[in-house]
């Protein structure tokens, strides 16, 4: 039972690149998330998913995408890598119901130069 | 939109005393939970003690307690006999307990804790 894993764990992109952070979890939890966290800003969420194949906006969704074609992953997209995008960035999974922890994976640190 | 302050950007305390980390939030719902959460230079989110907003008694966690004041919207944390391995970030956050919505995280900008020894 790995939990909350995350890939890449660090990665430096050029502005304009792309890249993908790939999400994985293996509870079987309906609801996922995506937040980064900047230096005196705490967690924001960016896109969040309730469910297999659906995706919603968070708080900061600007230059992101998502996508949840499995139940287990949940899947960040940058299309085109912005300096304001060097974050670190957490995904999270709960499952519904009244179920109050949130497991967290590692983070990933992402610089764009 | 609820929203979460953490008014102490850094605090210190010495090893073996206690420190209390100020929290106060802003909502219109009545079931929910708040959580402290600590982040080492590991960057792992672990979670120290959740409060559920219908149980008025305060939670505790071995040297972690909360003082809950629902009326007040005030959620702090104490942490007796502090350690070494105490020193890290800290995060208040809120989410609804049930009912329509996704269950996310708000989160206060963090404490900086300090331990001295």
């Known amino acids: 039972n790995a939990g909350v894993t995350q890939t890449p764990k660090f990665r430096v992109l050029k502005t304009g690149q792309s890249m993908t952070l790939l999400c994985a979890q293996d509870?079987?939890?309906?609801?996922m998330y995506w937040y980064r966290q900047d230096p005196g800003m705490g967690l924001r969420l960016i896109h969040y998913s309730v469910g297999e194949g659906t995706t919603a906006k968070g708080e900061v969704p600007d230059g992101y995408n998502v996508s949840r074609l499995k139940k287990q992953n949940f899947l960040l997209g940058l299309e085109s890598a912005a300096p304001s995008q060097t974050s670190v960035y957490f995904c999270?999974?709960?499952?519904?119901?009244?179920?109050?922890?949130?497991?967290f994976g590692p983070g990933t640190r992402l610089t764009v130069t | 939109a609820q929203t979460v302050t953490q008014s102490q950007p850094e605090m210190s305390v010495q090893e073996a005393e206690t420190v209390t980390l100020s929290c106060t939030y802003d909502t219109s719902e009545s079931d929910y939970y708040l959580f402290w959460y600590k982040q080492p230079p590991s960057r792992q989110m672990i979670l120290v003690i959740r409060q559920e907003a219908y149980k008025q008694q305060n939670a505790t966690e071995n040297r972690f307690s909360v003082n809950f004041q629902k009326a007040a919207k005030s959620f702090s944390l104490k942490i007796s006999d502090s350690q070494l391995g105490d020193a890290a970030m800290y995060f208040c956050a809120y989410r609804l307990a049930t009912g329509a919505g996704s269950y996310q995280l708000t989160f206060g900008k963090g404490t900086k804790l300090s331990v001295i020894p």
């Open positions: 509870m079987n939890h309906e609801y």
């Open positions: 999270a999974s709960i499952s519904a119901g009244r179920s109050w922890e949130q497991y």
